[in-house]
């Protein structure tokens, strides 16, 4: 965690400088990932809130995307974690939405992706999105590595 909370401070400093803010949707991370922005001290200024979407239901409720949406997208793709980072973004009127959504391990899910791979989406100036293969079942490593990466590459985007 503190490995994720050096990344978290730098993240931090930008939107504080900035005065922007940011909501997370995240799934296999499990919080991680706003668990590390919260425990920077003043995190009230930039940090709107966020959510644990591990379920269909999860997704229906906590962001409102509908079945019909979802028809010919795939979770744990690209598409979907661009959209997810979209929908929290604007349900929260932040200036940035996080998104992850991927299959930790020890298995991999069933939507045919193999353990250790994430998707990761970021919606800001523009909506991006990026997938890691960690190649690896460890469930407790693979949080870990996505939430890190998840947090990189939202400081590369701010970095723009």
């Not at 409102?64 to 980072?85: C, F, H, N, T």
């Not at 996080?98 to 299959?103: M, P, V, W």
């Not at 250790?116 to 970021?122: D, L, V, W």
Request: charged share 20%; aromatic share 6%.
């Amino acid at each position: 965690m503190k490995d994720l909370v050096i990344i978290a401070e730098r993240i931090a400093a930008k939107l504080v400088e900035r005065k922007q803010t940011i909501a997370v949707a995240e799934s296999s991370t499990g919080g991680l990932i706003s668990a590390a922005l919260l425990a920077v001290p003043g995190a009230s200024a930039y940090f709107l809130g966020g959510a644990v979407v591990y379920t269909r239901d999860g997704r229906r409720i906590l962001m409102d995307i509908q079945d019909d949406v979802m028809k010919g997208l795939r979770p744990s793709s690209e598409p979907y974690a661009k959209l997810l980072a979209d929908r929290v973004r604007e349900r929260f009127s932040a200036d940035w939405g996080l998104s992850e959504t991927g299959a930790t391990g020890p298995t991999g899910n069933r939507y045919g992706d193999a353990a250790g791979h994430s998707c990761i989406g970021i919606a800001g100036i523009e909506t991006v999105a990026m997938t890691l293969e960690t190649g690896s079942s460890d469930r407790l490593g693979n949080m870990q590595v996505f939430a890190a990466t998840a947090l990189n590459f939202l400081l590369k985007n701010l970095s723009r």
